[in-house]
C-alpha cells in the first residue's frame, strides 16, 4: 500500500503566482515530512522539511503545512519562477518505530511554472 | 562542505553480470542510505548502514547488498543483474540515525542492464 500520496501527477502555473504541492499520508508513525525537488537523472535536492511538533515551516519561498489531524501536508512556492520546474517529492520518516532514517517517498509531482 | 558523491555516475552491463557502486557521504555524516528509482515504482528505500552495520532494509531480494567502511563511505553490490535492475541508484547521506534527520542525496549512478 502506498504510503505517501502526491495524488496530483502534474500542475501548471503562471510565472509569479502561488504553486501549492499536496501530499497525503497514512502511517501514524511518520514525524518528520521532507519536500525534494528533482531533475531527470540528477539526484533530489532538499528543500524544506518540517517536524510533527509544528504546522508550519518557512523558508524564503516556501512554505510547509502540516495538518496532522487529516495527515496532509501541502507546499507553497510564493512567487514561482520557471527555474522552480521540476519534479517535486514528498518524503517521509519516523523517530519512532526503529525505522532509522527511512524515507518514504511519493510518487512525485511535476510542476511546469510558464513564463 | 562538498556534497555526497557517487561513482560511477553510468554504468552498462549485461544480464547475469554484478555490479558494484560507490558512494562518500557529506563529511562528518555517518548514516548512509540507497534508494532506487525507476519509471514503474519511483522512489525505493534499499537500505540504510550507520557505524558500519545495516539498520533497516527495504523490500529487496537478497541479490541487492551493501556495507560501510569505517569512514563512513558505502558500496551496493547486485548480483545476477536482471533486466529489471535498471535504475538510477541513488545514495544519501545524515548525520545521525533518529528518525528526524535530512538526508542530503548524491547525483545517482544511472544502470542499465542489457
Known amino acids: 500500500d502506498q504510503q505517501v500520496k502526491q495524488n496530483s501527477p502534474s500542475l501548471s502555473v503562471q510565472e509569479g503566482r502561488i504553486s501549492i504541492l499536496n501530499c497525503d499520508y497514512t502511517?501514524?508513525?511518520?514525524?518528520?515530512f521532507l519536500w525534494y525537488k528533482k531533475y531527470p537523472a540528477e539526484g533530489p535536492t532538499f528543500l524544506i522539511s518540517?517536524?510533527?511538533?509544528?504546522d508550519k515551516n518557512e523558508d524564503g519561498r516556501f512554505t510547509v503545512f502540516l495538518n496532522k489531524s487529516a495527515k496532509h501536508l501541502s507546499l507553497h512556492i510564493v512567487p514561482s519562477q520557471p527555474g522552480d520546474s521540476a519534479v517535486y517529492f514528498c518524503?517521509?520518516?519516523?523517530?519512532?518505530?526503529?525505522?532509522?532514517?527511512?524515507?518514504?517517498f511519493g510518487g512525485g509531482t511535476r510542476l511546469m511554472v510558464k513564463p | 562542505k562538498a556534497g555526497v558523491t557517487q561513482t560511477p555516475r553510468y554504468l552498462i552491463k549485461t544480464r547475469g553480470q554484478q555490479v558494484t557502486l560507490s558512494c562518500s557521504p557529506i563529511?562528518?555524516?555517518?548514516?548512509v542510505s540507497w534508494y532506487q528509482q525507476t519509471p514503474g515504482q519511483g522512489l525505493q528505500f534499499l537500505f540504510e548502514?550507520?557505524?558500519?552495520?545495516?539498520?533497516n532494509k527495504g523490500n529487496f531480494p537478497g541479490r541487492f547488498s551493501g556495507r560501510q567502511f569505517s569512514n563512513s563511505r558505502s558500496e551496493m553490490n547486485v548480483s545476477t543483474l536482471e533486466l529489471g535492475d535498471s535504475a538510477l541508484y541513488l545514495c544519501?547521506?545524515?548525520?545521525?540515525?533518529?528518525?528526524?534527520?535530512?538526508?542530503?542525496f548524491g547525483p545517482g549512478t544511472r544502470l542499465l542492464v542489457l
Open positions: 518540517i517536524s510533527s511538533i509544528k
Open positions: 502511517n501514524s508513525m511518520f514525524d518528520y
Open positions: 518524503a517521509a520518516s519516523g523517530s519512532r518505530g526503529g525505522k532509522g532514517n527511512m524515507l518514504t
Open positions: 548502514y550507520f557505524s558500519e552495520t545495516q539498520r
Open positions: 563529511s562528518g555524516h555517518r548514516s
Open positions: 544519501a547521506s545524515s548525520l545521525r540515525l533518529s528518525g528526524q534527520e535530512t538526508q542530503y
